[in-house]
Structures are given as structure tokens and as C-alpha cells.
T-cell receptor, first 110, second 112 residues
Framework: EDQVTQSPEALRLQEGESSSLNCSYT??????LFWYRQDPGKGPEFLFT???AGEEKEKERLKATLTKKESFLHITAPKPEDSATYLC???????????FGKGTRLSVIA | DGGITQSPKYLFRKEGQNVTLSCEQN?????MYWYRQDPGQGLRLIYY???????QKGDIAEGYSVSREKKESFPLTVTSAQKNPTAFYLC???????????FGQGTRLTVV
């Protein structure tokens, strides 16, 4: 049973067309929700950590938000260089390693 | 510069061979991890270590082995028992206090 589920699997946007990526999780006692960006053939790059419902974090055109059951990665006026796979992750419990979702593959077309 | 170094970037293995993937970090992190990534599968945990000389199996440990003799190093051996080893392998580390994991640039292993 998936503990971290991302949707959509793929998203194609026109440059400047804002949208949101979803990450839902079923882990109990959440100890952080993590967002990463991964470019093809590269390792994931850490973006954000969110710890409590209502928390928001921003970086350039990206804003991550967290509720009790899901997190959103909002992309405002995206550019082609924002094209990548975005991964979310959460620890299963306690001090265990991160469990990753399968990612959303974002393509931004000029 | 602090970071995680994986080598080699590309590795080719013949059927029946064992191969070892290197992972070194100079971030002074206690915990280190190995993940495998296949197309459409996301990252799956192979092994992790939270302290020197100790490690635990992840979800897909069969056919793999690790060691953690030094804090900085966590090599992964892909043995001949791993039936489908072709994949992208990612090493990561994290500190005890902060949970975010930082990744190396990966090793792409191909069976020929």
C-alpha cells in the first residue's frame, strides 16, 4: 500500500501557465514532508521540508503547502527551466528513511 | 565543497559478476542510504545505515550487500544473485537532527 502518492504522473504546461502538483500521504504522526526536484540523469535536489499543517515555504516560482493529509507544490508562471520531475517524500515512522512517491514529470513549453 | 560523491557514473556488468558502487560523503552525516530508481517506479530503498558498523535492510535488499566501516563511506555491492540489476542507483545521507536527505549524482548500472 502506497504511503506517498503523487498526482498527476505527468503535467505539460505552457510557459506562464500556473498549476499545482499534489502529494498525499498516509503515514501517521508525520515527521516532515519533503519536496525534491530531479533532472534527467541526476540525483534529486532538495527543495523544501514542511512539518505542520498550514506551513508554507517558497523558492522563486515554487511554493509548497501542507495540510493534514496532503501537500501541494504550486508553480507560478513557470519557465522552461522548471521542467523536471518533482518528488515528494515522508519518513514512514520514527527515525526511518524517507519513502518517496513516484514523482510528477513536469514539462514547461515555451 | 561538501557533498556526496558517487562513482563511477556509468557501470557495465556482465552476467554473473559482482560489482561495487562507491559512495563517499564529507558532510559529517551519520546516516547514509542506497536507493534504486527504475522508470515509473520512483525511489526504492535498498539498505541504510544510521551509524558506523551497523546497517539495516530496506524494501528491496535481496541480491545486494553493504558495509559501513567509516562514517564517510557506504559502498554497495550488487551481487550475481540480483536478477535484474539494470537501474539508476542513488546514494544519500542525512544528519541525525535534520531529516532531509542529500543525494549524490547517481550511478547507472547496465547488465551486458
Amino acid at each position: 500500500e502506497d504511503q506517498v502518492t503523487q498526482s498527476p504522473e505527468a503535467l505539460r504546461l505552457q510557459e506562464g501557465e500556473s498549476s499545482s502538483l499534489n502529494c498525499s500521504y498516509t503515514v501517521s504522526g508525520l515527521r516532515g514532508l519533503f519536496w525534491y526536484r530531479q533532472d534527467p540523469g541526476k540525483g534529486p535536489e532538495f527543495l523544501f521540508t514542511l512539518y505542520s499543517a498550514g506551513e508554507e515555504k517558497e523558492k522563486e516560482r515554487l511554493k509548497a503547502t501542507l495540510t493534514k493529509k496532503e501537500s501541494f507544490l504550486h508553480i507560478t508562471a513557470p519557465k522552461p527551466e522548471d521542467s523536471a520531475t518533482y518528488l515528494c517524500a515522508a519518513p514512514n515512522s520514527g527515525n526511518t528513511p524517507l519513502v518517496f512517491g513516484k514523482g510528477t514529470r513536469l514539462s514547461v513549453i515555451a | 565543497d561538501g557533498g556526496i560523491t558517487q562513482s563511477p557514473k556509468y557501470l557495465f556488468r556482465k552476467e554473473g559478476q559482482n560489482v561495487t558502487l562507491s559512495c563517499e560523503q564529507n558532510l559529517n552525516h551519520d546516516a547514509m542510504y542506497w536507493y534504486r530508481q527504475d522508470p515509473g517506479q520512483g525511489l526504492r530503498l535498498i539498505y541504510y545505515s544510521q551509524i558506523v558498523n551497523d546497517f539495516q535492510k530496506g524494501d528491496i535488499a535481496e541480491g545486494y550487500s553493504v558495509s559501513r566501516e567509516k562514517k564517510e563511506s557506504f559502498p554497495l555491492t550488487v551481487t550475481s544473485a540480483q536478477k535484474n540489476p539494470t537501474a539508476f542507483y542513488l546514494c544519500a545521507s542525512s544528519s541525525g537532527r535534520r531529516r532531509e536527505a542529500f543525494f549524490g549524482q547517481g550511478t547507472r548500472l547496465t547488465v551486458v
